[in-house]
Each structure stands twice: as structure tokens, then as C-alpha cells.
T-cell receptor, first 117, second 115 residues
Framework: DTGVSQNPRHKITKRGQNVTFRCDPI?????LYWYRQTLGQGPEFLTY????????KSRLLSDRFSAERPKGSFSTLEIQRTEQGDSAMYLC???????????????FGPGTRLLVL | AQSVTQPDIHITVSEGASLELRCNYS??????LFWYVQSPGQGLQLLLK??????LVQGIKGFEAEFKRSQSSFNLRKPSVHWSDAAEYFC?????????????FGTGTRLKVLA
């Protein structure tokens, strides 16, 4: 168990550019989550995958954001035409599927810190 | 709407002193509660969790938390703080709705430890 990994750890980009982040969950965890954390705030839910299916997207996820999880393994989060307001820490978490869904624990990666200039 | 409140934005304690971080939640059903710690520039590490049973739960690094349904609270405690405990602490409630399991986080409490 190597934990959840995220790449890159840091990304600086200019406004209007596209960026893509990658998350590798703990192996055999079939649930994967993306959160966004802005300065001085707690993480906020963005989207959720069960295996390769994206089951829910937050209203925070504008149409410039897209997430995929091909083959139910790693996931990517892409932001198109970045804006300064997109500057934040993007956190990925994964959890195993248990018989009692509500008792799942999410394990977080180190995050990708995005700065849009 | 469900919410989590951490009323203290910053707390400063001396090394060796006791610590209590407050967390209040608003949730209609039985809450599933978590405390995470985040060091600067890092992701979140799980300290402890409450699902059911004994309302006093033990976690890693000497932390414990007590669930009090009557007060809608899940306060985190440590009897003797170490300098390495300086970090930001987040309380979260797990909410299962519409086939999705999401965490709702508080805004966090930043802990400073004085030598």
C-alpha cells in the first residue's frame, strides 16, 4: 500500500492555458474523489468516480473542468482556459467499497497546488 | 443543510499543554465523523474517525475525540502537545446521499505550538 499519489505536486500556469492533473489511488480502491481547497478553507467536493463511472459532479465543477478515470484506475482532472480563481490545492482521495457504504474512509493524496498567473 | 463548524480559526498552546479543538456539526441522520490533520503544503492525514459504538475514540499520535450527540459536537483532544503537532486540523462529516458518499469539511483550525 503506497498511498494515493498525485502529480504534479505544483503547477504554475498563465491565465488561459490548459492544465491536467493526475491521481493514482490506492490499488483496489474503486472509489475516487476530487476536492478543491482554497486558502483558509476546508476541502470542497468536486466529483466522484466509482470504478470508471463518474457518478456526481458538484456545481463547483464548471464546464471548463473535466475529469476522467479510464479503466477505473488512475484519474485525470483537466482545467481548460484557466482563470486566476482556479488557483487552489486540488486533492484526490480514494476509498475501498465496503458492504456498509457509509462507513467508508477516504484516504487523501498530497495534492496538486495550482497557481494561475 | 448539512454543515461543519470549527469556531476557532487559530489556537496557540505551549508545548506540553493540553489541547482541545472544537467541532460542531449539523446533520439530520447519524453522523459519521472524522478528524484530519494537514501539514503545510501537504495532503490530509486521518487522525481518527467515529462511526458508531463507544463515543470516545482513540486515534494516532495520541489524539482522541468524543462524540456528544446532545451537543452535536466531536471535539478533538490531546493531553500533552508536541511541537510537531503544529498543523491545520479539519473536522469532517461523511454524508451518503443519492448513491454518493461525500465529506463536508469545516474551515479548519490552525494550531501553533510555542516552545
Amino acid at each position: 500500500d503506497t498511498g494515493v499519489s498525485q502529480n504534479p505536486r505544483h503547477k504554475i500556469t498563465k491565465r488561459g492555458q490548459n492544465v491536467t492533473f493526475r491521481c493514482d489511488p490506492i490499488s483496489e480502491h474503486n472509489r475516487l474523489y476530487w476536492y478543491r481547497q482554497t486558502l483558509g478553507q476546508g476541502p470542497e467536493f468536486l466529483t466522484y468516480f466509482q470504478n470508471e463511472a463518474q457518478l456526481e459532479k458538484s456545481r463547483l465543477l464548471s464546464d471548463r473542468f473535466s475529469a476522467e478515470r479510464p479503466k477505473g484506475s488512475f484519474s485525470t482532472l483537466e482545467i481548460q482556459r484557466t482563470e486566476q480563481g482556479d488557483s487552489a490545492m486540488y486533492l484526490c482521495a480514494s476509498s475501498p467499497r465496503l458492504s456498509q457504504t457509509a462507513q467508508e474512509t477516504q484516504y487523501f493524496g498530497p495534492g496538486t497546488r495550482l497557481l494561475v498567473l | 443543510a448539512q454543515s461543519v463548524t470549527q469556531p476557532d480559526i487559530h489556537i496557540t498552546v505551549s508545548e506540553g499543554a493540553s489541547l482541545e479543538l472544537r467541532c460542531n456539526y449539523s446533520y439530520g441522520a447519524t453522523p459519521y465523523l472524522f478528524w484530519y490533520v494537514q501539514s503545510p503544503g501537504q495532503g490530509l492525514q486521518l487522525l481518527l474517525k467515529y462511526f458508531s459504538g463507544d463515543t470516545l475514540v482513540q486515534g494516532i499520535k495520541g489524539f482522541e475525540a468524543e462524540f456528544k450527540r446532545s451537543q452535536s459536537s466531536f471535539n478533538l483532544r490531546k493531553p500533552s502537545v508536541h511541537w510537531s503537532d503544529a498543523a491545520e486540523y479539519f473536522c469532517a462529516v461523511g454524508r451518503f446521499t443519492s448513491g454518493t458518499y461525500k465529506y463536508i469539511f469545516g474551515t479548519g483550525t490552525r494550531l501553533k505550538v510555542l516552545a
